[in-house]
Structure formats: C-alpha cells, structure tokens
C-alpha cells in the first residue's frame, strides 16, 4: 500500500492527506521522528509554558507527548478534516486540554503576535514543492504574523535544498536568527530515511538584524558553527545528507565493486583533516568470523602511493588485512597529528558509523597501520601559479625509509607531479639505490630542508628511467656512437629530475627544455637543485609552437624528442599529454624535427582504452617502429617511436640488439658522471628494456 507521495506536488494536496489517513486508520505516524528523537531540540527553545502553535500536526503523537509532559498551551491545527476528527476523539477524555483544529495553515484566524513559538514537523517539506513555493510562503507569512517579538519558528524538516533554501532566505530578508540543527539519526539498520533530519530554529527580534546571523549545530547540543552566506549554510547541508545516505548504504548492505569515500573536517576551521575510503571484501572470500571490520591509517606522505590511492589497490590491501570491510584513513596536509593513539581516539566516533551490517554492537575494532607508525610530512613551500593553481612543496619519509621532496598541484592533490630523493648535502655520491620494500621508519627527520639536497642520479618517477632506457634505440654507449653529440628536446620541466639526470650522466648530450609555466622553472630551481648551464637550457613558451617555429628553421635537426607533459583538461580520458600534442599534424612535425636516427618518447597516460587505440593508430602512421613498456602498478607507459624498422619482423629484430644495448648505455651513463654532481646513476637499463613491446601495425 503506497502511503508515501510520488511527487513533490501530491505533498501540498489537501486530498493527497485525506486519502492518506483514511488509509492510515488508528496508527500514529511519526513524521521524521518521535517525541523521544525530537525532544532534546524541542526543550531547548519551547518553554513549558509557551503558547504553541503546532502547524499541520497530522496523527502524529508528538503534541499528546509534549501535553504529558507539561506544555498545556498547544493549538493543533491540520487541513485534514479525517484527521482532525480522529484526533478529537483519541484525546477527548485523557487530554481534554489538547484540542485539534482543521484549519488551513495559510490562513489562520489567529491574532497578531499571539504565539511565543510556532512547532512545524514535516508542514514545509509538505508545502513547499517547487510549483508551489507560494503556498509555503504563504504559511510562513502566517507564522511571521502570529509569533511574538522573541518568538521561534521550530521546523523539523530533511531540508531539501529549494525547500530550505526558501525558508532561510525569507527569514533572513525578515532580520531573523536563523539556527539549523542536523540530528544524529538512532543508528538503526531499519530507520526510515537515509537523509539525517534538521530542526530549523528562526527567532523573531524587534528590531531585524542588518547583518544575517547564521548558524549550524550538530546535533542537539552542538556548538554553532557561524556562517556568512545562505550558499554556506545549504553548503553544509548538502555534505551532511550525502554522509547520511552514505552511511545508511553502508549499514545496509556490501558492496567490492565500489569503494566510497568521504571527506572529514575540522569542526573549527573547516580544513579538510581526514579522507576516509571504505573497501568491501568480495563475496565468498574467506574471512574470520570475528573479523568484521577495521581501520587501516595511511602513513603521511604514502597517501599517492598506489596501494592507498588506487581502486586495485585498497582491494589488495583490503585482501591482505582480510575483514569483511577495510575503511582506508588517509590524513591531510597542512595539520597537525600528535601520535597514533590521538588520531584513533579522533577517528573512532565517526569510523563506527561506517561498520558493515550485522557487525556486533560489542565489537572490538582495530586500528592497523605500517608500523604502528603515523609517518612524516613536511610542507617546506607554497605558492600559487596562474596556469595551474595552487601548489605546495613538501618533504616526506618513504616507507623505504629515505627522505623525498615533492611537488604536489592542490587541484589534484592525489598526484606528485614531482618527485625527488633527498640526501645530505655532502653525501649524495655515498647512497646507493634502495628498493622500496616495507620497513619500520626511523624517526622524523632532524636535519632542516636547508641541509638537504637532490639526489641527481635518483629517478624517483618509473616512466622517467624508461625513457632513459629509451635512449638504447640511438646505440648510446656503443663504439660507434662514441664521441658523437646527442641533442634533446624535452617538453615538460616539472622538478627538473629527467633533463638534469640527461645533462649529468648521458656523455655528448645538450638538452632543451620547453616549459610553459615560468612558476614550476622558478619551483625547479629554487626547491630541486635545478641548474640551468651551456648543456641544458630552458625554453619559456608553448610546446606546440617552439615545435612549429624549430621545424620552420628547417636545419635544427633532435636526436630525440621527449614528451613529458601533463593535460589540465581533467574531462578527457588521457592526463598525459594534452590532445593536441598527439594530432597527426604535430607527429608529423616531430618526425620531421628528428635526425635519420632519432627517436620520438611519449609518456602516455590514457585510461580511455579507445583513445589509446586512436593515439597508437596515429603513432604507427607516422613512424615504422612504435615500442611501448607499460609502467608496473600505475596508468603510465612509455611509447618509443623511429624510423629504425620497416615491418613487424624487422622490429622484432630491432627490438633483440637493444638487449644488446643496453649494457652499452649503462656503462656510458657511469662513465658520464658530470664533474661535481656528487652522484651517480641509480639505473638498471637491461631490466628496464625486458618487457618492451612492439605496437606498430
């Protein structure tokens, strides 16, 4: 039996109520709670003895609890007739103080400021579709007529955002207090509504406020929290609902295929201060019976690491930890945790809202993470550039256990745009390459940012060795190739890492970089150790037209030309590089710029499986041999184009002689070591070139 309305319009139909307690009968309905949900809120701002105007009461059994419990001075009025009737006749002889009136809301016969609060439960919601808006300001106009100075309008709602909207707005424009309350819901698997309920709190002044005065307060006694602007206040709304239907989805129910995720906040300045991810395991996977559900913290600095960022990975780790619901805590930049027992007793009211269903009210529910340790993160910079917003600079301890800066764009702050290892200043030729394994971090650095440096022979960015490896395609290291000069062209700055590792340890080389932003050129060298020389210079501009006007010089001839360049355009399927640079037109530009044995290195990230294919197909129609090596656990790979082969098999063969190579290209980047660097090249070329694969047609 359908007892709900289908449309926002049947609420403000007085045939819609009589239809619905006629089907109602006896039974009471509680409106977006009882009296016992309802009363901590309503005791705060209606005295006993108030005179209450109760607005569209329905057969709710709120007004008779609040008359057993003192308040006598209560008028109900309802445009129900059915229900008005029935309500007579339950409370004829146990309440004979408690009367009910059928009375149209927007226009009452009551005098003028006759009423200290006006108690509405579920009214405006009913009244205020959005073809019907009149209606609703209609009985709020009523309201504002019959409350006294120092009066309050006490409306329960859900707080649909034209619904709130409207009323705020209107008491506002009226110079009223306005107070809204979102009330915790019981915890209840069977609760009604998975939209948390608001209580609405305007209070009427003789005088009306010049300046709004808005607040928000979680909970019934929860501290108000002062906004500036109506948009705020709805703001706020919008993220307390979307946490409501959240949590009631994850009470009701398990999910692998999706991993939610909500955002948590100061109370006080509102900074973002904890994400919070939440992982399923998969149906049919074994899992203790005891093992309900857990909370994993993300060390700092490790929160872009793949494991932690990405879906496959929390599903691993998720599988690894082995409860049926893993929720990821990952803790934001730029504020302060004291130990991992602080940042648990922070997190544990919240975190039980999000246990998965039927998980044991008594449940113990651990806390894991690597080490029992929180991590390390330094911010050393921030800075704001034109082209790509705000950005910041930061120091991090690995889970290697060494130090690393980077340089992170707040606009997608789950990516390192940036990385680099960082070393005493003095010892940087004493480290040798570490793998990244699991161990139990050493202490936060003592060291100032001051004393350390970059580590130039470090390449921090996987798809950047490629490409070095790349460089084998050219027979660099080889008898024949010694003593010959190598030219590059590189679009696409960032830290600097890639040109300065290509100037320091590949002999012969000079090195152009083109980058657009002279922000990220200033951030290279002041935070990077990038150092411009004869050898590596710096083109400010737009890549696409530095390639048009080289190819119109005619004569200046690469041996390679690097792409390196991410796409702020985060509507489109591929992050790396932005569209244009891969139009047949520009390809055909590029090969044109390279010399007969040049090479072309793209890094592609593309999640768009079908733009891939049309990026490979154009590739291949300019150059006869087109390599790729898909970069392990992230989007990335790397595409090695030439003119080296003419078909399939001569590629093949092409691809068997880099193996060869690559010995060749490993000892002339130890050899190479530049004079003063302090370093040396952490690089293994022949692992790097074992999964290459040919892709041209």
């Known amino acids: 039996m359908s007892l709900l309305p289908r449309t926002a319009e049947e609420f403000s139909s007085a045939e819609y109520w009589e239809r619905f307690f006629k089907k109602r009968g006896e039974k009471a309905f509680e409106w977006y709670g ?54 007579n006749q339950r409370n004829a002889e146990r309440r004979p103080g408690l009367t009910f009136q059928q009375v149209d ?56 955002e034209s619904v709130i909207r409207l009323a705020v707005e209107l008491f506002v424009q009226r110079g009223w207090a306005v107070r809204l309350h979102c009330l915790q819901d019981s915890g209840k698997e069977e609760d009604s509504f998975a939209l948390p ?51 009631k989805k994850l009470r009701t129910g398990t999910d692998a295929g999706s991993s939610p995720s909500l955002t948590l906040c100061h109370a006080h300045t509102g900074l973002p201060r904890y994400t919070l991810t ?97 991590g390390w993160r330094e911010e050393v910079s921030r800075g704001v550039s034109e082209l790509s917003g705000e950005f910041c600079v930061e120091n991090v301890r690995g889970e290697d256990g060494a130090l690393y800066r980077r340089l992170v764009f707040l606009s997608n702050a789950a990516l390192v745009q940036s990385e680099s290892r960082l070393v005493p200043s003095n010892s940087a030729s004493s480290h040798k390459k570490k793998n990244k394994r699991k161990v139990k971090p050493a202490a936060a650095p003592s060291a100032s940012s001051t004393c350390l440096s970059v580590d130039s022979g470090f390449l921090c960015c996987a798809h950047h060795e490629v490409m070095v490896a790349g460089l084998a395609m050219l027979g660099v290291g080889t008898p024949e190739a010694k003593g010959v000069p190598l030219s590059v062209l590189l679009v696409g700055l960032g830290g600097g890492g890639l040109p300065q590792f290509l100037r320091d340890f590949v002999p012969e080389v000079t090195v152009e970089v083109v980058e657009l932003d002279p922000v990220v050129l200033q951030v290279a060298k002041d935070w990077f150790g990038f150092r411009p020389d004869e050898r590596l210079t710096v083109t400010l501009g737009d890549g696409l037209k530095r390639i048009c006007a080289l190819e119109g010089e005619g004569a200046h001839l690469f041996d390679v030309v690097m792409f390196d360049v991410d796409n702020k355009d985060s509507s489109v399927g591929m992050s790396c590089p932005p569209a244009a640079f891969v139009e047949a037109s520009i390809l055909q530009k590029v090969s044109r710029l390279l010399s007969s044995r040049g090479v072309f290195i793209l890094n592609l990230v593309c999640r768009d499986s079908a733009l891939r294919t049309s990026v490979r197909e154009r590739l291949s129609a300019t150059f006869p041999t087109v390599l790729s090596r898909k970069v392990e656990g992230e989007v990335n790979e790397v595409l090695l184009c030439s003119h080296g082969a003419s078909d399939k098999s001569d590629a093949a063969r092409f691809l068997q002689s880099l193996s060869q190579a690559a010995a060749g290209l490993q000892d002339a980047l130890v050899s190479g070591v530049r004079s003063g660097t302090g370093s040396r090249p952490h690089i293994d070329i022949a692992e790097l070139l074992k999964d290459l694969k040919v892709e041209q047609s």
């Not at 007793?345 to 999000?354: C, I, K, N, Q, W």
């Not at 269903?357 to 929180?374: E, H, I, K, R, W």
Request: proline share 5%; with cysteine; glycine share 6%.
């Open 34 to 87: 009882d009296y016992h949900a309802l009363c901590g809120v309503l005791h705060k701002y209606i005295k006993v003895q108030d005179k209450v105007l109760v607005v569209g009461c329905g057969s709710s059994e709120l007004s008779e609890q609040m008359y057993d419990v003192g308040y006598k001075h209560l008028t109900n009025i309802d445009i129900s007739e059915t229900v008005v009737t029935h309500m």
């Open 197 to 247: 309920v608001f209580v609405l709190v305007c209070t009427k002044f003789r005088q009306p406020m010049a300046t709004p005065l808005l607040e928000m307060c979680l909970g019934e006694d929860g501290a108000p929290t002062r906004l500036a602007q109506v948009a705020e206040l709805l703001s706020a709304v919008r993220e307390h609902q979307a946490y409501g239907v959240l949590r």
């Open 278 to 374: 939440v992982q399923d395991c998969p149906p049919g996977a074994k899992v203790p019976r005891s093992n309900h559900f857990a909370i994993f913290i993300v060390p700092q600095g490790s929160d872009t690491a793949w494991l932690y960022s990405a879906a496959e990975g929390r599903r691993q780790l998720a599988a690894s930890a082995n409860f049926r619901r893993l929720v990821v805590a990952a803790m934001h930049r730029n504020q302060e945790y004291a130990d991992m027992q602080a940042v648990q007793a922070e997190l544990s009211p919240m975190v039980m809202d999000l246990a998965p269903p039927g998980m044991p009210a008594n449940q113990q529910v651990p806390f894991l993470s690597v080490g029992g340790d929180l």
């Open 105 to 160: 809301a927007t226009r009452t016969p009551y005098e003028e400021a006759s009423y200290q609060a006006a108690l509405d439960k579920g009214t405006l919601d009913a009244m205020a579709s959005e073809e019907e808006g009149a209606l609703a300001r209609a009985m709020l106009a009523e309201v504002v007529r019959v409350l006294r100075v120092g009066g309050r309008y006490v409306c329960v709602t859900l707080a649909q």
